[in-house]
Nanobody
Framework: QVQLVESGGGLVQAGGSLRLSCAAS????????MGWFRRAPGKEREFVAF????????AYSDSMKGRSTVSIDNAKNTVYLQMDGLKVEDTAVYYC?????????????????WGQGTQVTVSS
């Protein structure tokens, strides 16, 4: 069993930065691939970023590529999402997810565990 707890969300002006954290419980954290997703009001959940358990493979959505960096600290059982140049349209609840079936499956939103989410609001 893995529990995921996100933090770091908040209110920021357009052009600003935030770093989200996802702290995981469980001794097998490093065996999971991790993903970040978001859900904006009235919209479907969408993929944001992926990182393998080893930290060697990363992937980003087109909308966040170049503006975000995903990283993992297995010693702290924590995954981070650094977001820069935030836009009003980045406003959403951001979730982290853990999966064991690789990038293609996790990117579709098929995860073994989900966090409760953290709100990111970008003002103009």
């Amino acid at each position: 069993q893995v529990q995921l707890v996100e933090s770091g969300g908040g209110l920021v002006q357009a052009g600003g930065s935030l770093r989200l954290s996802c702290a995981a419980s469980g001794r097998t954290f490093g065996t999971y691939s991790m993903g970040w997703f978001r859900r904006a009001p009235g919209k479907e959940r969408e993929f944001v970023a992926f990182i393998s358990g080893s930290g060697l493979t990363m992937a980003y959505s087109d909308s966040m590529k170049g503006r975000s960096t995903v990283s993992i600290d297995n010693a702290k059982n924590t995954v981070y999402l650094q977001m820069d140049g935030l836009k009003v349209e980045d406003t959403a609840v951001y979730y982290c997810a853990a999966g064991t079936r690789g990038y293609t499956v996790l990117r579709r939103g098929s995860a073994d565990y989900w966090g409760q989410g953290t709100q990111v609001t970008v003002s103009s």
